[in-house]
């Protein structure tokens, strides 16, 4: 038999197991089975508007300029101020060539024009004095031609009449001769004073009436300026050789190649390779789609992986036509400003060049469905169905398409796991 403590507690235990039964029991009858739910997509509802879009390229940094310096000096290197890697001016001293020679063949020069100076100045003076004597000498000859034909004259009319007087019995015949003899002598005289004349002005004709007008004396003075000219010229030159002894930067830049030492003699090698880096070029690659829109003066905005993804805007500056005949390479030249120096020639970069505004049916760019970009998903009627489009343009954010018209509503993520004529609510 059964303690009666023991027998109480394990009717107690049953009622609560009883009680307990019959709470679960309205609990189930207080809830009714649960209802199917049909998916929540966000949607967008596609409109007019207008994008600016962007196209994408890959490329590389490349150089603002890239110089190759020579020296066309036989002269050895005095000094080299500039190692590879170093960030140079322009003007700045690269290096120095030794000119001792160059400095000695210059004073030699200057001397000699010096005295090629001298010489002309010796022959102007000359010439002057050679024209006015014979100018003088022409004159005199010329009197003396005037003198002689006026005796000729006077001693034929004093012979006409001695003649006469002879005739007439008034003189002797011997005086008549010795007349005669007279006008002999005035006649050889006044020729052999037309031929001085005629020798006096063919000299005044050669030597020309200054130093200015055409002549053998102002020929005279003109070839001694051309060989001091000659002398001056070679002094100059000389000058131009010695300031090419000092090689100095033409641009600021870098120094990326050094090929001399001092004592060195250049030769017909290149000395010294420089890169101006600022501003510096993205060269970006494209295919004639890619840059069939792109126009000079575009915005760009170029980010660089290799240099912490760091992001700049740069402006279109030329677009090339394909680098290979045949090829479908084409280059966008984008320049960029680069004070600091973060971006370096070589670094591969991708760019996004900004293309004309394009106006349309707009969409969210993730409505697409796959990667070709040619369907979309829209809801009517609280069904999904999907629709096939044309991208027209796309700014990574929106695209512009046709096929669809304005105020549909479209699925936000084309991607989503629905399908067509699946029954969503929207949001």
């Known amino acids: 038999m059964s303690h009666p403590a023991c027998f109480r507690r394990r009717l107690a235990q049953a009622i609560a197991l009883s009680a307990f039964g019959v709470s679960l029991a309205g609990c189930a009858a207080s809830h009714p089975a649960a209802v199917a739910q049909v998916p929540v997509v966000e949607t967008a509802i596609a409109g007019s508007g207008e994008i600016v879009p962007g196209e994408q390229l890959a490329g590389v940094i490349a150089p603002y300029q890239n110089v190759a310096i020579a020296s066309t000096l036989a002269e050895p290197a005095d000094a080299v101020n500039v190692h590879e890697g170093d960030v140079v001016h322009s003007g700045e001293v690269l ?52 003198q002689a034909q006026a005796n000729l004259t006077r001693d034929q009319t004093d012979l006409h009449r001695y003649q006469q007087l002879l005739i007439n019995g008034y003189i002797a015949e011997q005086q008549v001769a010795q007349q005669q003899t007279t006008v002999n002598d005035d006649a050889q005289t006044l020729r052999a ?123 279109v500056t030329g677009v090339l036509n394909q680098i290979v005949p045949g090829s479908t390479d084409f280059q966008v030249k984008v320049v960029l400003q680069n004070p600091n120096g973060s971006l370096r020639p070589g670094m591969v970069v991708s760019g996004s060049v900004r293309l004309p505004g394009v106006h349309g049916i707009r969409v969210p760019a993730t409505a697409f469905t796959d990667d070709n970009h040619d369907a979309v998903m829209i809801v009517q009627n609280g069904l999904v169905k999907t629709l096939h489009v044309v991208e027209v343009a796309t700014d990574g954010q929106n695209s512009i398409v046709t096929g669809i018209g304005a105020g549909t509503r479209v699925v936000e993520d084309g991607q989503t796991s629905v399908g067509d004529g699946e029954k969503v609510a929207v949001r």
């Open 95 to 146: 290096a120095r060539l030794d000119t001792a020679d160059l400095e000695a063949a210059l004073q030699s020069d200057v001397a000699l024009a010096q005295s090629d100076k001298a010489s002309t100045t010796h022959n102007v003076f000359a010439g002057t004095l050679s024209i006015a004597q014979g100018v003088d000498l022409l004159q005199s000859a010329e009197t003396a031609v005037q």
């Open 193 to 315: 004073d037309i031929a001085a004349a005629a020798s006096a002005r063919s000299n005044v004709s050669a030597n020309g009436a200054n130093l200015t007008a055409p002549g053998l004396q102002s020929s005279t003075v003109q070839a001694s300026q051309a060989t001091e000219q000659v002398a001056l010229a070679n002094a100059n030159q000389e000058r131009v050789q010695i300031a090419k002894a000092t090689i100095t930067s033409p641009i600021d830049g870098v120094v990326v190649n050094r090929n001399l030492n001092p004592g060195e003699y250049p030769g017909t090698r290149q000395i010294f390779t420089l890169q101006q880096v600022n501003p510096i070029y993205a060269i970006l690659h494209g295919s004639g789609t890619q840059i069939a829109q792109i126009a000079n003066g575009a915005a760009a905005t170029i980010v660089s992986t290799d240099a912490k993804r760091s992001q700049r805007t740069g402006t």
